[in-house]
């Protein structure tokens, strides 16, 4: 049982350069998250995907792209590093019942310098 | 972006101890939600609620959804050192808002021996 696989776990990145965390799940979920968490301020919404071809803006968009490649997948993508983007990266789903909760992945720990 | 208020935001308690948390929103909530978090993973879900007024346990652990449907408390009764961790609320609002949770800023148990 993988439940939500994120990769990598760790990652350092040069300020400027791009990168693509990776995020699938095999519980056929519908839905699918991306927060970040940093110290004091909990886990906010990156983006999300309600089902397989949409994608929405969550609460702190800027600076990210996502791409829902299939049901299985949901990727996040950093164009241009900054270290503002340090943090550390969750990845959820949540199947088709509606007031369910989410399965999250073990994270990405994303250090920008 | 909406944020619960989760107090304390950390606390220091002695094994067999009972731990009191709450969570309070000036919006109203359909779904209340507990995770657990432990150092290094992604938060894993403990209690659901779903009406104003509920109790729910799962274990050492019981939580309430409040009558107002703003507020949510959990408590842990005798704690133990592996309760170590950070305790997240997560509420979801009236249906449309697409099924999203607003997660709590934490609240970072502590536990000696």
């Known amino acids: 049982n993988a439940g939500v696989t994120q990769t990598p776990k760790f990652q350092v990145l040069k300020t400027g350069q791009s990168m693509t965390l990776q995020c699938a799940q095999d519980?056929?979920?519908?839905?699918m998250y991306w927060y970040r968490q940093d110290p004091g301020m909990g886990l906010r919404l990156i983006y999300y995907?309600?089902?397989?071809?949409?994608?929405d803006k969550g609460e702190v968009p800027n600076g990210y792209n996502v791409s829902r490649l299939n049901k299985r997948e949901f990727s996040l993508r950093l164009e241009s590093a900054a270290p503002s983007q340090t943090s550390v990266y969750f990845c959820?789903?949540?199947?088709?019942?509606?007031?369910?909760?989410?399965?999250f992945g073990s994270g990405t720990r994303l250090t920008v310098v | 972006g909406q944020q619960l208020n989760q107090s304390p935001q950390s606390m220091f308690i002695q094994e067999g101890e009972d731990v009191s948390m709450n969570c309070t929103s000036s919006?109203?909530?359909?779904?209340w939600l507990w995770y657990k978090q432990d150092p290094g993973e992604g938060p894993v879900l403990l209690i659901a609620?779903?009406?104003?007024?509920e109790l729910t346990s799962n274990g050492r652990l019981t939580a309430q959804f409040g009558i107002t449907r703003k507020d949510s408390f959990l408590n842990i009764s005798a704690s133990i050192p592996s309760d170590v961790g950070i305790y997240f609320c997560?509420?979801?609002?009236?249906?449309?808002?697409?099924?999203?949770?607003?997660f709590g800023t934490g609240t970072r148990l502590q536990v000696t021996l």
């Open positions: 959820a789903g949540k199947g088709h019942r509606g007031e369910g909760g989410y399965t």
């Open positions: 519980m056929n979920h519908n839905s």
């Open positions: 995907s309600a089902s397989e071809g949409t994608t």
């Open positions: 919006s109203i909530f359909n779904t």
């Open positions: 609620l779903y009406k104003a007024g």
């Open positions: 997560a509420g979801r609002g009236p249906t449309g808002t697409a099924s999203k949770l607003t």
